[in-house]
């Protein structure tokens, strides 16, 4: 009997070593709970990164840009409102103003030529990051006041990248707006018809001039409705987010 014990454990060893495989090494590892929310940094911006309602990893991608004095943690508490499933990279701007940041700076008297360049210097940083955040996917991007700003400015220098820019009380200095021939990405902008902080004729301004340039944009304004949100807009705003996630709908 101890002969056949030894004859069958050198058979196994040629085979498997004379030893049983420990099932840890062969079951695949199990993949980490992904958390609610990660902050990264990424070419010098911070982020937040969350996935609404459970959405998966490969989730149409949502670029959020706050206004100013606002913080990325505050802005994309409002995405906890939304029902579709997207991801959503909220950026946090790069100066700190009152309780919160900003992104350019904005000063009474500014020409347009110096809001422009203002403007300029924050979106070329930005895009810079959000650039390499997506890793070539392309994205929706919205923003509130100066991150409506923003908004725009994405929409008009880097349309081959934007599939829809959603700007909410926001305008473009002329400086960055589209040349000649030149073509802005999808936008759908919003903006109250008694805000005092940003006219709603600068949005519409700008808009008409992407039109000018043979893009497809338009916006929606609200009698009444000052700088700031409300359930009306808000509604239009999510419904506005699934239609460029989801065209087909």
């Not at 923003?143 to 400015?153: E, K, R, T, V």
């Not at 949005?203 to 929606?220: H, L, M, P, W």
């Amino acid at each position: 009997m101890k002969r056949l014990a030894a004859l069958a454990c050198a058979t196994l060893f040629v085979i498997t070593g004379c030893r049983t495989q420990p099932a840890s090494e062969t079951e695949e590892p199990k993949k980490a709970p992904r958390p609610e929310s990660r902050t990264f940094t990424v070419e010098g911006t911070e982020m937040i990164e969350t996935f609404t309602n459970d959405a998966p990893d490969n989730a149409p991608i949502v670029v959020a840009i706050h206004g100013r004095g606002d913080t990325p943690a505050a802005f994309s508490a409002l995405y906890k409102r939304y029902g579709g499933k997207v991801h959503v990279l909220t950026a946090r701007g790069y100066t700190p103003f009152g309780d919160g940041f900003s992104w350019f700076a904005l000063k009474e008297g500014m020409t347009d030529a110096e809001l422009g360049a203002s403007v300029g210097e924050a979106l070329e940083k930005l895009h810079k990051s959000v650039a390499a955040a997506v890793g070539g996917k392309k994205y929706v991007v919205t923003g509130f006041s100066q991150g409506a700003i923003l908004s725009y400015g994405f929409a008009s220098k880097y349309a081959n990248e934007v599939v829809c820019a959603i700007p909410i009380a926001g305008s473009l200095p002329g400086p960055l707006l589209p040349g000649e021939k030149q073509k802005a990405a999808k936008t759908r902008a919003f903006h109250g018809e008694a805000d005092t902080v940003i006219a709603s004729k600068w949005g519409t301004a700008t808009v008409e001039s992407f039109a000018r340039n043979g893009a497809d944009a338009t916006i929606k304004t609200y009698a009444g409705l000052g700088h700031q949100f409300n359930q009306e807009l808000m509604t239009d705003y999510f419904a506005t987010i699934d239609g460029c996630v989801s065209p087909t709908k």
